[in-house]
């Protein structure tokens, strides 16, 4: 009898663990619109796939060091690292002279790596400006340069073709209605003004640098801005209402639950998904693929704004970040390469030649990135598989190379290999072997392995060739 009994209860307790997975919650602040958006705004983000991340601010000046003291943790966070009081980490905007700034020549870096879009840093959590807000005085006015950073940096990109998103962080160590908790009503009325501040300043982007596509969001994550699901709710609102088109990363966004990037019913919050921070999913995911989503990554493990000793981790080099591109974008994702100005506003050498050097594979190979997306193929050892939906060309992007020299495709069912051909000379077909029906191995011959290279197939589906012949008749 008593077996009898614990067995019912695991019985009710597996039942009533099904009826609560099948519980969808009321959200009225989840989701703001329909996703996949198809509009040409989010087509555009998604096509671009490679972009620049800037981090600048103050925090570039002391570079990871204070008072003789290096530490090894982001240089952006040094204020709270090396605890320097705020009136003294402020004096650092009277040495903001930025001689060495030219957003032509940033932007020109960026058009030679083969970047699409780039993001920077408007305010990061040291509440900083990079423009003249009417909202503080702790922005660019106040420094020697004083002109409109951010304004020239637009200018300078818009020109070059490359699309402008921003940056902002909610977080925010000196405005005084900041609260990692709210655990009283002075602390909710306190944040209050820090969200009213907030809102004003992200308007005020929108309207005063209208070139400006998206925006990615930062320090979302105390329990201060979960606590007011509705509020980012409306504000992505009023930001969409300003600007229709606007991209907004999922980064912004808590649902009335407390729930962040992903809502309490599994929905995707913002435009695209963006939690893959120095990282990037394991291949093959293939939830992953279903959804826009973007990777921000560093060049050393843990740096965004500029430090200066990078030799206190790993340094990644073109190629392990040139891997890391298309990785994403097999993954339908973006790339965003992090570059940390230095204080005087130049860009350091090592970060100038990993630009030169993806660029270098970018204008051979860009065919394979831009536009493209997840094939639908089984992922071989030898790299990674894109495809481009307008032309439906599926590119093998080859960083592993077989010792056999033969490079494997499995097809899915009822599609036929018809041509295999480097991506800088289709004209000239390579050798296939036809394993079995949907096995082959591409032979090329004469190519330099020691580099990635780029394989371009030509795939008929028998689908289409019936659909084809039925029009014929």
Request: glycine residues 8%.
């Amino acid at each position: 009898m008593k077996k009898q009994f614990l067995s019912l209860l695991l019985i009710l307790g597996f039942c009533s663990g099904l009826v609560a997975q099948d519980t969808k919650k009321e959200v009225k602040y989840g989701q703001y619109n329909g996703l996949p958006r198809q509009d040409q705004a989010m087509q555009k983000w998604r096509e671009n796939r490679l972009g620049q991340f800037i981090h600048w601010g103050l925090y570039a000046i002391p570079g990871g060091v204070w008072k003789d003291k290096t530490y090894e943790g982001a240089a952006e966070w040094l204020q709270i690292s090396a605890k320097v009081p705020r009136e003294e980490w402020e004096q650092l905007i009277h040495d903001f002279s930025i001689e060495k700034y030219d957003p032509n020549e940033w932007a020109a870096i960026a058009k030679e790596m083969g970047v699409k879009y780039v993001t920077i840093t408007t305010k990061h959590h040291d509440g900083f400006c990079l423009w003249p807000s009417k909202y503080t005085e702790f922005d660019i006015e106040a420094t020697p340069y004083k002109k409109d950073l951010l304004g020239e940096f637009v200018k300078a990109y818009t020109k070059a073709g490359i699309d402008v998103n921003f940056y902002y962080s909610i977080l925010d160590w000196r405005h005084t209605g900041w609260r990692y908790d709210v655990k009283s009503i002075e602390d909710a009325e306190a944040f209050e003004t820090l969200m009213e501040y907030s809102k004003n300043q992200l308007l005020e982007l929108i309207e005063r640098y209208p070139e400006v596509k998206g925006f990615w969001f930062d320090g979302t994550w105390d329990k201060s801005w979960k606590l007011n699901g509705k509020f980012s709710y409306e504000l992505e609102k009023a930001m969409k209402d300003k600007s229709p088109g606007l991209v907004v990363s999922s980064r912004m966004r808590a649902d009335e639950y407390g729930k962040r990037h992903i809502d309490s019913n599994g929905r995707l919050m913002g435009d695209y998904y963006s939690v893959y921070e120095r990282r990037l999913p394991l291949p093959w995911d293939e939830e992953i693929t279903k959804m826009d989503w973007e990777c921000c990554m560093t060049v050393p493990e843990n740096q965004w704004g500029y430090h200066q000793d990078w030799s206190l981790s790993h340094i990644k080099s073109p190629l392990e970040l040139t891997e890391m591109i298309v990785h994403a974008v097999s993954q339908n994702g973006n790339f965003l390469l992090n570059f940390g100005p230095m204080g005087n506003g130049d860009i350091r050498k090592e970060e100038r030649f990993i630009a030169k050097e993806i660029g270098k594979w970018m204008d051979e190979n860009s065919e394979a990135i831009y536009g493209c997306g997840p094939s639908g193929l089984q992922k071989q050892d030898w790299g990674y598989f894109t495809k481009n939906n307008k032309s439906g060309k599926v590119y093998m992007n080859v960083f592993n190379n077989p010792v056999i020299g033969k490079y494997r495709v499995k097809l899915k069912k009822g599609q036929t290999l018809k041509k295999a051909s480097l991506i800088g000379k289709q004209s000239e077909a390579l050798h296939l072997e036809q394993i079995s029906k949907t096995v082959y191995f591409v032979v090329p011959a004469n190519v330099n392995t020691k580099d990635p290279f780029v394989i371009v197939l030509e795939i008929e589906e028998k689908e289409s060739r019936k659909f084809h012949q039925k029009a014929l008749t």
